[in-house]
């Protein structure tokens, strides 16, 4: 269908319509059990729409908007164990991943380096691959999930300039052994980066400890997501680094702005992302969002228990609110609970049933879905 410049604007209310239709064709967020974003705090959206014009891309025009980014990176560091925390607020793990890695290549100041990534790493690595012309060496993963640190080992070599471990996996919501990551980092005088996109919003609020966060020495930058379990709205990264060295790797040259040096990927930033996280932080609280956390976790425990009255095992046990279940016929039972309205998602290696329990799934609707995988399950054995 071709679309085409129109020579006459249409009213206000005729685009409202239009946009009320297209929106009508998006998924519903009741129905999703495959996303690891979720429905953004009604605090959130508020603070977002105060400051929707403002841009932390040149941030001496919005003094107030980067007052706030820098309390944001603050809190977070705070969370992260490192009160003396720099960083900025970025698109998402991607640009946060993407900057961590580029920060640790120049650093090194090579520029025909490598990484070593565990296997289950997020796919942002394959674009660091690409972009800054690193080899990413990806290390297998032991019975748990997690990644071996033994290939780790193996995998290092003088052209390594970046280690990285995972805090919440993406299919599986696994834990890497951050502490034993971080002894071969220092050993070899390498940079750790964690992702914990997801894992940053949730791992800080359970009752276990995994020693993944700056409280490990080894570990020099993080990348931790707001627009997921933080609910704040997409998009909302954090890219949050021990010290402020890193950060001045990364800067360029700003000659036309209010600034003489810009550290960020983006050059236009949003300063609306940051007020809409800052926002949401503040109402919420560690009580708030240890709330929001064990519900999904309840949640996460009640699916498990149904699963296996119907004869299913996780494929690990869940450390959050991530479940991957030992199904025959994943593909088939994913595309006939679609059929039924409910988006759910697979993994690669093993192949399962990936379930994400986020903030947006109610009781009610989770039990809906159970009957219906149930129903499911049972007709086709």
């Not at 107030?64 to 992260?80: D, N, P, W, Y």
């Not at 914990?196 to 409280?215: M, Q, S």
């Not at 950060?247 to 003489?260: F, I, K, P």
Request: negative net charge.
């Amino acid at each position: 269908m071709m679309h085409t410049f129109p020579e006459r604007g249409l009213s206000e209310e005729r685009v409202e319509d239009l946009l009320r239709e297209i929106r009508g064709r998006d998924c519903s967020y009741d129905h999703l059990l495959s996303t690891m974003c979720t429905r953004p705090h009604p605090v959130a959206v508020r603070a977002y729409s105060m400051f929707l014009e403002t841009n932390l891309g040149d941030p001496g025009l919005f003094p107030g908007t980067a007052e706030i980014e820098r309390r944001v990176v603050g809190i977070l560091g705070s969370l992260l164990g490192c009160s003396d925390a720099a960083g900025y607020i970025s698109t998402g793990g991607t640009e946060s991943n993407i900057q961590a890695i580029r920060a640790a290549r120049n650093s090194s100041g090579r520029r025909d380096g490598n990484i070593v990534v565990p296997r289950s790493a997020h796919f942002s690595f394959d674009k660091i691959a690409d972009l800054l012309n690193l080899e990413v060496r990806k290390a297998e993963l032991d019975d748990m999930l997690r990644v071996d640190v033994g290939d780790v080992e193996r995998l290092i070599d003088e052209r390594t300039v970046c280690l990285v471990g995972i805090a919440g996996t993406t299919e599986f919501g696994q834990v890497d052994p951050i502490k034993d990551l971080s002894e071969l980092a220092i050993e070899n005088g390498i940079p750790l980066h964690v992702d914990a996109a997801f894992g940053g919003f949730v791992l800080p609020f359970l009752d276990r400890n995994y020693h993944w966060d700056f409280r490990v020495d080894g570990v020099q930058s993080i990348t931790i997501d707001p627009h997921k379990m933080g609910m704040s709205p997409i998009p909302a990264g954090g890219l949050i680094f021990r010290s402020s060295d890193p950060v001045r790797r990364l800067e360029t040259e700003t000659y036309y702005l209010t600034v003489s040096r810009q550290a960020s990927l983006t050059g236009t930033r949003s300063g609306a992302a940051a007020a809409a996280t800052y926002a949401v932080i503040m109402h919420l609280g560690t009580d708030g969002y240890r709330r929001v956390v064990r519900r999904c976790m309840h949640m996460t425990e009640h699916l498990v228990s149904e699963a296996r009255a119907m004869g299913i095992e996780p494929v690990i046990e869940p450390v959050m609110n991530v479940v991957a279940l030992k199904i025959d016929d994943p593909p088939g039972i994913r595309r006939a609970l679609l059929e039924r309205g409910w988006h759910v998602s697979m993994t690669r290696e093993p192949k399962a049933l990936r379930l994400i329990l986020m903030p947006h799934m109610t009781e009610e609707n989770l039990d809906l879905f159970l009957d219906d995988m149930k129903d499911v399950i049972s007709r086709r054995s």
